[in-house]
């Protein structure tokens, strides 16, 4: 009886890990596009993170710096998508796919003269930090209060930005410049200010993201070890109609199916493990599918604007 | 006014050229990180690939499946399309091939290679008209559902060629070796360059024409201009839009038949080095022109070509490559946005308003 | 203007450059507190240009604003409504997402904490006192337009505007709601608020305003007191020469029935019914009008004939043959029915094409343009350089990118497409949307002169008086129907005013 209990404890615990890449991802992706700007390019700046986390922890050996070299470095990642898409109006699209492109290309080459062959040696991580009292409770107990502080990070995020988005004017003013920045304009706001602070901050998170999968998760860096979380993430975003607790969820549900896939060996089922290494984008897709038409992105989303123009 | 109109036509050259530069140069400042000196390797490079007869076959060799496939993002780009699932495509087009060249039998290789080619062909473009289909009927972005797929074409064909297709006692997944009527000639004597490369040309030409000439891409370029305007017309959207994205998945399936069909003549579990995102970047590159097309092809087919000697020889990993191409469609992107900026400065627009 | 007394907002050799282009010219203009001031010019004139300088969202090459004789530089929208200016534009500035209270305290200073139910309070108050009631709680998109006008000033109101600046207001309310907006407006000039009032319909200016500033081409060519000016004084300031107001028609004579349509059902993107049970016939020859308030179904009622939208019920008939499920790639191909849309830009052209491309749009697929499946690149330009010359396009070549030319002769391209060829029938919808003075008369003749040939139009406009010149029979459309079908030389503004607010008078019988 306690095996099972155990076993599902264990399975929900490792679902909320392996979601928290794809939370942060696509909580940052949240920011961005409610802002108007799309972000394809999370996935690169997750990939950043990932590699200046583990570089900055190989060299330093201090996690806490590893992890905020991650988010200065996302952050400028972000920043240059906002020029790159805010300033210089380039087609979001392409912007968002040349990040991810140079993401890639750089941190394989930088890679590998960082670790060189010293790739099979673990990276320092960061450990689970158990809240004494609420971490006995069973199953809960260790989900919730026996993790390590960037799941707690992302707890508190959650409903933080829910009531930023949705009882602030500060959440106001970036809704309003994501469906209708002209409105917003006139209305006295700077959209190019909301929209350069939004993909910024779209950055920072993506980028913690990645710190995350390398610190506390695999602890080594290789080439494309995203693996797609970023195309996830913005799925997860699609499927939870750009609200932060349904996006989050749909983290966690991608995040079981690819827990599910680790562990099929306990249901002695005969399903070959390249199928289940499928399952998060084939339901990912699916999600899409079954949602065509009923999730409505933020009205501005993917359109330059322009401050002066002729034409009204 | 005449200065005007000579630097708007030869700006669609220069930018990309301009582009490649600077990503060189940045290239040169990490092979330098590296410690090597970047004149030698880039000499290294270019000599291999281009001066050389074997250098410059491998260089086809790579060219081939690039060409392809990137053609394939062109043709959707023309229609307004982000086709991002050329790596995926390949695969399937690998799989389509294989399958043919391994179980059909006793054909004479006249026949055997069109039919393996068509079947490489049919499943890319399946594998391009599944997104193609839901972004016409369902309005779901085509950028995140190639991708996805990508991924599980990837694992696949992991699959198939660990199980069912793989080669009896082969130590690492691979199929069995594809029947000899089914496989590409080689056309550059003592080198590994097959036909692939004149299927790339063929399509080039073809799609030329199809642009150049014919109501079809006229009917393309319409869709990807104004949409709306198009429908007004009487020009059905939906099927033009599906139609260029099976037409793109045909072309990089067609890319890796060519792989698998006078490359390797087997099925490998990840036999493309990501020759679909080098596609992107190539498209992009090329703005829109057919003759860049090629040209950023033979120029990312010689990069590969190259580094691998460049590699051996002068000690500069090779994914120094992957990182010059991704920061070519960083700046290439940076001068389109650029350019947009100069050209409405310039141009004498006389609106009402 | 009385001397002694100042201005509270006057404007001096105000300038503002797009380009080699001079939207505003030397600008110099005087208003009063408490009064009501019209700006009168026409499309490109050169009005929202300078309304745009004065809520900040522009700034002038040269010249200074004065607010109370104090000058001011209004660099940015915040700035302006930090001056006391509030703009009500032309194309509402509502995020439709938000409810009214969000929309009205968007961009006031940030708080941590958003209160809503305490400013929905607030806003409810201020709405009842100036006498403009609104639902604080709805969604703005779900709102009428008519109400969703009033949010757009009570926003201005909320933030304390003594300026009030409104963009081309009525063009979203039927006659008899445009004199309840007017008593709203001098509620407020009694209240010592300034306003200015930016048309381009003479009639609402003369009955509004106290003083009226005349704009062309950029330049202020006249300011008078209202009541001692005259609708010719006033049209003729406006385009620099005599307007005609009556066109010359032949009287209508065939009595062969083009199209019979027979209780159309159509639908709008939301599957309600845009359309419904509406009936007509139109012969050779004939013009008939549609009016009605926009968004009352006229988008789908084109549409529907076009082809681009299928009719849920009801049969179209075509010189006797029954289309109503001709997809519309069979209606081009088989029928000769011209459609001109209303947003020309969006809809009839690709502005990257050139103009021999666009004129080929529809016929791209078919003889002279394609033979044996190639392009005739020898017919299309042949019949690009025709179509100049007879549409009389200003354009040196067939090869230039319709981007590069003016709205009116954009719109002699779209003209040119849909009239060669000798349609049969003619859909037009709001044909002469942003156009000039000029172009909108050569939009006119041309389809005059296409009546005259015998082809039957359907004109679907929101602009009564450009109806009232231009049809034989005028239909009003309210919610989906025809509520009556009028001679055009008996009907009057105020009946057709009536009608096209939904009032009885008149209506036909359902």
Known sequence: MSDSAAFLSDYLAASLRLSVPLAFAALGGLFSERSGVLNIGLEGMLLTGAFVSAATVFYTGSVWVAILAALIVGGLVGLLHAYLCVTLRVDQLVSGLAINLSAAGLTAFLSRLVFNSKTSQPLQGLDAIAIPGLSQIPIVGSLFFNQDPLVYLLLLLVPLITYLLFKTSLGLTLRAVGEYPRAAETAGVSVLFVRYLSVMLSGCLASLGGAYLVLVHVKFFMEDISAGKGFIALAALIFGRWHPISTVLACVLFGATEALQLRIQAFSLNIPYQFLVMLPYVIALFALIGLAGKSTPPAALGIPYVKESLDD | ?353 | MRDGETAYLRLEGITKRFGNFVANDSINLKVNAGSIHGLLGENGAGKTTLMNILCGLYQPEAGQIYLHDRAVQITSPKVAIAQGIGMIHQHFMLVPQLTVTENIILGSPLTLRLNLKQKSREILVMSERYGLSIDPLAKVGDLPVGTQQRVEILKALYRQAKVLILDEPTAVLTPPEVQGFFKVLRQLAAANHTILFISHKLDEILSLCDHITVLRRGRVVGTMIAHNSTRQDLARLMVGRDVLFHLEKAAQSSDHIVLEVQNLQVRDDRHLNAVQNVSFTLKAGEILGVAGVDGNGQRELADAIAGLRPATAGELILNGQIITRWTMQQRIKRLKIGYIPEDRQKMGLILRFSIARNLILKGFQQLPFCRNGWLQRGAIAHHATQAIQSFDIRATSGKLRVSQLSGGNQQKVVLARELSGDPTLIVAMQPTRGLDVGATEYVQQALLTERQRGAAILYISTELEEIMMMSDRIAVLYEGRFVAILDAATATVEQLGLLMAGSPAGRLSP
């Open chain 2, 1 to 353: 006014m005449k200065a005007n109109q000579i630097l708007r036509s030869i700006t669609p050259v220069l930018s990309p050229l301009f582009a490649i530069s600077s990503a060189l140069l940045v290239g040169a400042g990490l092979i330098a990180l590296a410690g090597v000196n970047p004149i030698a390797a880039y000499s290294v490079l270019f000599r291999e690939a281009l001066a050389n007869y074997y250098g410059f076959g491998t260089t086809l060799t790579k060219t081939a499946p690039l060409l392809l496939t990137s053609l394939g993002v062109f043709v959707a780009l023309k229609a307004g399309q982000f086709n991002i699932g050329g790596e995926g495509q390949i695969y399937m087009g690998g799989l389509g091939s294989v399958l043919v060249g391994l179980y059909v039998h006793g054909l004479p290789a006249l026949i055997h290679v069109p039919l393996a080619l068509l079947s490489g062909f049919l499943f890319g473009a399946i594998w391009g008209l599944i997104p193609g289909y839901l972004k016409a009927i369902r309005g779901i972005n085509e950028v995140i559902t190639t991708l996805l797929l990508n991924y599980i074409a990837l694992n696949l064909i992991n699959y198939l060629v660990s199980n069912p297709l793989i080669e009896p006692g082969a130590p690492s997944p691979y199929s069995p070796t594809i029947a000899t009527s089914a496989q590409l000639p080689i056309i550059l004597p003592q080198t590994q360059t097959h036909a692939g490369i004149l299927i790339g040309f063929a399509a080039t030409i073809v799609l030329w024409i199809v642009f150049q000439r014919s109501p079809l891409g006229y009917q393309v370029e319409a869709v990807g201009q104004n949409p709306i305007a198009a429908r007004y017309a009487g020009i059905s959207v939906e099927r033009t839009i599906m139609l260029v994205m099976a037409t793109a998945g045909g072309l990089a399936g067609l890319a890796g038949a060519g792989e698998v069909m006078g490359l390797k003549y087997r099925l490998f579990d990840q036999f493309s080095p990501g020759y679909g995102f080098d596609a992107i970047a190539i498209a992009f590159l090329s703005r829109g022109n057919l003759v860049g097309v090629v040209m950023t092809s033979l120029f990312f087919g010689a990069l590969r070509s190259g580094a691998n000697v460049m590699q051996r020889s002068a000690g500069v990993p090779v994914t120094v490559v992957y990182a010059i191409q991704g920061l070519a469609v960083l700046f290439i992107a940076i001068g389109l946005a650029l350019e947009k900026r100069f050209a409405i400065r310039q141009s004498s627009v006389i609106t009402s308003g």
